[in-house]
C-alpha cells in the first residue's frame, strides 16, 4: 500500500512539473484524500488558448503511456472548448481557460 501511495505521489509531482515546463500557468496540486474522494489528487493548470490545452493533453497522454497510467476517461472537445478533464484514477487532470478557473475557483471549493 505504501509503495502505490508514493507511486502515486511520484506521479502526480511529474504531471504537475511536466505542466508547467510546457507552460501550464498557475499549477496548483490538491490533496483530496482528507475528503474520502473518489479520487486522491486534481491537478489544475490554466491554459492559454484551445491549442495550448490541445498540447498539454497530448503531453499528459504520452507521460501516461510511457509511465503505463491508465486514463479512464476525458471530457470531450468541442469548439469552444475552455475545460478539459483527464481522469487518471488517483489523479484528475483539469486543464482550463483563465475564465473559467476564475469563474468556478476550484481551489477554494475544496480548500479547508
Known sequence: MDDMLAEI???TANLSMLLQEHKGQDVSVLDLRKFQM???YFIIATVSSKTHMDGL???IKEFC???????FGSSLKSEDDEWRLLD????????MSKRLRDFYELERLWSD
Open 65 to 71: 503511456y510511457d509511465n503505463e497510467i491508465d486514463i
Open 88 to 95: 487518471l484514477g488517483s489523479v484528475i487532470v483539469h486543464l
Open 57 to 59: 493533453e497530448r503531453h
Open 38 to 40: 473518489w479520487t486522491d
Open 9 to 11: 505521489e511520484k506521479h
